[in-house]
């Protein structure tokens, strides 16, 4: 089953002799349950296109589909509300609240939304996680790979149809990168989770069921 179609998907920024074309007309489908590594180098367009597909940023033209629906027929608010909803985001730089613990931290799109939280569920997450005994623990009082785990946590929690993670392991050593790759392997085996991440290094992209090769804003390999 498709769970997310990008058709000619273009960013252009500025114009004339300043004119950078992020993004050019670039074409993919994810079947639902599918790993999927997109590489490439700094600047090749990876992160503007992952930014494009969890709806952060509007594309200059082409299309993005989430599971049918066209995220840019939606207003800002109603788009808001999709991606808090549907796309679970983990960022290089873990972006936790420093004044909430990891269970708020966790739950935080939970309570955005106004929805209540399903303690079975959280704490199936805390054990997939292998933070049950950090749940009251503030950021500053975690490792960097116990910090990304938190962000992933964020990320699963209201069941998205897909999960974007940007560099992943970016600001993790070798060792906590292992545990951050395993965990999303993981999370994608055993929750059927879609994912797609951004990586500029092969040897954790060869993790992934799929590659996306990306120069210069265009597709230029995908394999198994």
């Given amino acids: 089953m498709e769970i997310l ?16 074309v992020a993004l ?3 074409s993919f489908s994810v079947q639902k349950g599918e790993f999927v590594a997109i590489v490439g180098a700094s600047g090749s367009g990876k992160s503007t296109l992952l930014h494009l597909i969890g709806g952060v940023d509007r594309p200059t033209s082409g299309k993005v589909y989430i599971d049918g629906e ?13 991606r808090r909803r549907q796309v679970g985001l983990i960022y290089q730089f873990y972006n936790l609240i420093p004044i909430l613990n990891v269970e708020e931290n966790i739950t935080l799109p939970l309570a955005l939304d ?5 303690k079975e569920k959280l704490e199936d997450m805390l054990k997939l996680l292998g933070l049950e005994n950090r749940r009251e623990h ?4 975690l490792s960097g790979g116990q910090q990304q785990r938190t962000s992933i946590g964020r990320a699963l929690i209201t069941n998205p149809t897909i999960v974007l ?3 992943p392991t970016g600001n993790l050593d070798s060792k ?5 790759v395993a965990l999303l392997k993981k999370t994608n085996k055993e929750l059927k989770q879609t994912i797609i991440m951004i990586t500029h290094n092969m040897e954790i992209a060869a993790s992934a069921d799929r590659i996306i090769k990306i120069e210069d804003g265009k597709i230029v390999g995908d394999t198994e």
């Fill in 176 to 180: 906590a990168s292992d545990e951050i």
């Fill in 114 to 118: 106004n929805r209540k939280v399903n």
């Fill in 70 to 82: 066209d995220i840019f027929n939606f207003n800002d608010d109603k788009l808001a509300i999709f």
């Fill in 24 to 26: 050019d007309h670039v």
């Fill in 138 to 141: 503030l950021p500053n009082e």
């Fill in 165 to 167: 993670a940007d560099e």
């Fill in 5 to 20: 179609k990008v058709e000619n998907l273009t960013k252009v920024y500025g114009k004339g002799t300043t004119k950078v």
